[in-house]
């Protein structure tokens, strides 16, 4: 009856608005989902990413766990360009010594893919992030940076490249010297960051596994470089979700293991723009 018409014009709708590219979001590395380390891909213009669930827990030697959840949403504004807001929200539990909990900052992103890739020629991409002192648990000022991102596809595998670069001071904070007052995690200000990736891609279960190794040094350049590897996976729900699950330990300087989960939900509206190309 009319219902039934009512309800195959919704889901005839629902798939217009839902790009190809929707259904193969799990064949893209996002910063910090599943791995420190993305790829050179960008959001599709005019599709929104809207990053649900992002949660990353931290322990230390010693027993104190970081948490940390971030929503995130993603809008490719131009060609190979897309823009980015994230508002994390932080807790520290170190046991007797107490909690705290609050906003992390708010984290800015812009990024653009400069080529497509080739036999020949891997993707190049640039990023500019910057993290603002928002929120109780925030740095103490905004600390910008720009990424470098390369990605190579063979039959077998892709790899990628990034390098970033960070800007700023020292923190002011006398109980932590030389690290941002804010526990950040998977975004300490860093004064550089590099590090490798490589995935392989199950296209007929809709799947992407992940091993990733990166070094870092803290603002401070006084303190040991950092050392992690990490491995992962995401996987294809349905057209519209993708989810990430990853895991990993930093080596060197104070021991520290790192679990993600996270899940992004892809909107497309290309189609809902005639002559739009």
């Known amino acids: 009856g ?12 629902a798939g217009y608005g839902v790009p190809a590219e929707a259904q193969k979001d799990y064949y893209k590395l996002d910063k910090n989902r599943p791995s ?3 790829d ?17 827990l931290e322990r230390e ?22 823009i980015e807001i994230g508002v994390p929200f932080a807790v520290i539990d170190a046991g007797v010594a107490g ?3 609050g906003m992390a900052g708010l984290d800015l992103s812009a990024f653009h893919t400069l080529n497509v890739e080739t036999r020949t020629l891997p993707s190049f991409a640039i990023r500019g992030d910057v993290v603002l002192p928002v929120g109780s648990l925030a740095p103490d000022r905004a600390y910008p940076s720009v990424t470098g991102l390369a990605t190579r ?19 002011d904070d006398p109980e932590h010297p030389g690290e941002p007052p804010a526990p950040v995690t998977g975004k300490e200000a860093s004064r550089w960051l590099a590090g490798v990736a ?14 990733t190794a990166y070094a870092r040094q803290p603002l ?23 989810v990430d699950v990853g895991a990993g330990r930093r080596f060197t300087g104070e021991p520290t293991w790192y679990f993600t989960f996270g899940s992004a939900y892809h909107l497309g509206f290309r189609a809902l723009m005639p002559g739009v190309r």
Do not use: C
């Open 99 to 101: 909690r705290q909990s």
């Open 36 to 38: 420190r380390i993305s």
């Open 198 to 211: 490589v995935d392989r891609v199950f296209p007929l279960r809709a799947l992407l596994v992940v091993g």
């Open 61 to 82: 030697a010693g027993g104190v766990y970081h948490w940390e959840f971030e929503p995130e949403v993603a809008y490719g504004i131009l060609p190979r360009t897309s």
């Open 220 to 242: 401070h350049e006084d303190d040991p470089v950092e050392w992690s590897a990490g491995a992962g996976f995401r996987y294809q729900v349905n057209p519209f979700l993708a």
């Open 40 to 56: 050179a891909h960008t959001t599709e213009r005019y599709a929104i990413d809207l990053k649900l669930a992002p949660l990353r």
């Open 2 to 13: 009319s219902i039934r018409v009512l309800v195959v014009m919704f889901l005839a709708l």
């Open 153 to 171: 596809t063979f039959s077998w595998a892709r790899f990628h490249v990034n390098g970033t670069y960070g800007f700023g001071t020292v923190p």
